[in-house]
């Protein structure tokens, strides 16, 4: 592919976004920009946020907030940074304390239409939630995580520029790549990393991006 102008990410989420759990704090992010950048874009995080010893740190990652809290707290970055691709993993703390689990989809929905108003030519790509390694919260995980897949395949048959990341898979994250149950190690967020750039590349090849900084 040809070298792009300045493609604009946002990873947006709690505590995993942020980097939790990390040798230097970067998460997934780092792994990712230097896939992509390998892989021939100029990439930009963005975030109002600042995490992990990374030049480029910036990120939206709020550790130990709910989705609601989330979204309250991204609304006036995403008006002023404008993101062209949102990836987003948020949900985690909500399972781990057992809220409004039931209407997940609804309450993620509201979240990125409120994004594609702001910002009508992004992309979302929206994560499932990592296994868990408490059994009672990796129920909930599941329970989001089917949410989550039915609401990427009813966005996708309204033509909606999205797209999943599904790192609850064999390539995600596994018990042993976790730190504490919750929380990625250095490989896990090498895995993490991986499947948020076969999802940018769909992103690409689907013509998801070509209004790019136009």
């Known amino acids: 592919m040809q070298r792009k102008t300045t493609l604009r990410l946002m990873p947006l989420g709690g505590s995993i976004t942020y980097g939790v759990g990390s040798s230097a704090g970067n998460g997934y992010r780092e792994f990712l920009r230097d896939l992509l950048i390998r892989q021939g874009y100029n990439i930009n995080l963005v975030g109002s946020r600042k995490?992990?010893?990374?030049?480029?740190?910036?990120?939206?990652?709020?550790?130990?907030?709910?989705?609601?809290?989330?979204?309250?707290?991204?609304?006036?970055?995403?008006?002023?940074?404008?993101?062209?691709?949102?990836?987003?993993?948020?949900?985690?703390?909500?399972?781990?304390?057992?809220?409004?689990?039931?209407?997940?989809?609804?309450?993620?929905?509201?979240?990125?239409?409120?994004?594609?108003?702001?910002?009508?030519?992004?992309?979302?790509?929206?994560?499932?939630?990592?296994?868990?390694?408490?059994?009672?919260?990796?129920?909930r995980v599941l329970h989001v995580n089917s949410q989550i897949r039915n609401l990427v395949e009813l966005k996708t048959a309204e033509k909606q520029k999205i797209l999943l990341a599904d790192m609850y898979s064999f390539e995600g994250p596994q018990l042993n790549d976790l730190v504490d149950g919750t929380h990625p190690n250095d490989e896990g967020y090498r895995k993490m990393a991986g499947i948020w750039a076969k999802a940018i590349r769909k992103a690409q090849t689907a013509g998801f991006l070509t209004d790019v900084n136009k």
């Open 51 to 139: 995490s992990g010893s990374m030049s480029n740190n910036d990120n939206e990652g709020w550790r130990g907030y709910r989705l609601d809290h989330i979204k309250n707290r991204s609304r006036r970055s995403v008006s002023t940074l404008l993101p062209e691709v949102f990836m987003i993993n948020a949900e985690s703390n909500d399972c781990i304390q057992n809220f409004q689990i039931h209407n997940f989809g609804e309450r993620m929905n509201n979240m990125f239409e409120f994004f594609w108003q702001i910002c009508p030519h992004s992309t979302v790509i929206l994560s499932t939630l990592l296994i868990n390694a408490d059994e009672n919260v990796n129920l």
